[in-house]
């Protein structure tokens, strides 16, 4: 009886931890609307060499309820993700893909793009992204893009 119970309990937690798995991550995080003009290339308007890019609040390129010295234009930082949430990723199908603003790079063989509406795009596939990703991309966020990014606030 012992032994069930012990091996009840060694399968429990497995399984709670396989489900628990986290990733550490590479975001590249750009404002959601921007004015950099026809040129604008999203994520790959800057050089990404891990690390981000803050300009004076006057050469700002998007709007921003929160007025400082200075502005990311570039947000870059490692999190950890659960990797469920890139594992129940649901497909789309139609969706037109905008310009890529967020980068995650998950590995070097594995990196996926978030587009200004919340589209993430994988292996040049369009998924919905879930609420939970969603809502760890937007606390990882500085305050002057995070703000950019929920009011949908436009470019400069």
């Known amino acids: 009886m012992n032994n069930t119970i012990v091996t009840v309990f060694i399968l429990l937690n497995l399984i709670s931890s396989n489900t628990q798995k986290s990733q550490t991550v590479e975001l590249y995080i750009t404002p959601r609307n921007v004015r950099y003009g026809w040129y604008d290339n999203g994520v790959f308007q800057f050089k990404l060499n891990k690390k981000s890019i803050i300009k004076p609040y006057e050469e700002r390129t998007y709007s921003t309820l929160n007025a400082s010295e200075s502005v990311f234009e570039l947000f870059y930082t490692k999190t950890k993700i659960p990797s469920k949430l890139f594992n129940d990723l649901v497909p789309q199908k139609?969706?037109?893909?905008?310009?890529?603003?967020?980068?995650?790079?998950?590995?070097?063989?594995?990196?996926?793009?978030?587009?200004?509406?919340?589209?993430?795009?994988?292996?040049?596939k369009c998924y919905k992204m879930s609420n939970s990703l969603k809502n760890i991309l937007e606390k990882c966020m500085p305050i002057g893009i995070r703000e950019n990014w929920i009011n949908n606030l436009p470019g400069r």
């Open 94 to 124: 139609n969706i037109p893909v905008d310009i890529k603003r967020i980068m995650i790079v998950v590995s070097c063989k594995d990196t996926m793009f978030i587009d200004k509406n919340y589209n993430l795009i994988k292996q040049d």
